[in-house]
């Protein structure tokens, strides 16, 4: 079972970066569709991003052209660059793995709960 470990959440003010990492300490990620997750109190999950093994990748519509996210194989992390933080962007932050290894499916919403593997978060707030 995958155990994943985000990193990287802050306060930072209005129009900031955060850079959050993912990584699964006994486990290979590599192999693995990562979605990025957040929730804010009193909101639902939103899907953030996502990317799979081979690199493909899939944005929010409230995050494209602020956010990236992208995998190192060698240190076999997951990364989401944010930029231009918003007040609205402030939530739990969390990676997720697919459950399948070597799927080509990156999606943004997972109402069968295809990502089986969660991190407990790390919480983003975007405050003056």
């Known amino acids: 079972q995958l155990q994943l470990v985000e990193s990287g959440g802050g306060l930072v003010q209005p129009g900031g970066s955060l850079r959050l990492s993912c990584r699964a300490p006994r486990h290979t990620l590599g192999d693995y569709t990562i979605g990025w997750f957040r929730q804010a109190p009193g909101k639902e999950r939103e899907g953030v991003s996502c990317?799979?093994?081979?690199?493909?990748?899939n944005y929010a519509d409230s995050v494209k052209g602020r956010v990236t996210i992208s995998r190192d194989n060698v240190k076999d992390t997951v990364y989401l660059q944010m930029n231009g933080l918003k007040p609205e962007d402030t939530a739990l932050y969390y990676c997720?793995?697919?459950?399948?290894?070597?799927?080509?499916?990156?999606?943004?919403?997972?109402?069968?709960?295809?990502?089986?593997?969660r991190g407990q978060g790390t919480q983003v707030t975007v405050s003056s």
């Open positions: 990317i799979t093994y081979t690199h493909e990748t």
């Open positions: 997720a793995a697919h459950s399948q290894p070597y799927t080509t499916i990156c999606a943004l919403v997972d109402p069968t709960g295809a990502y089986e593997y």
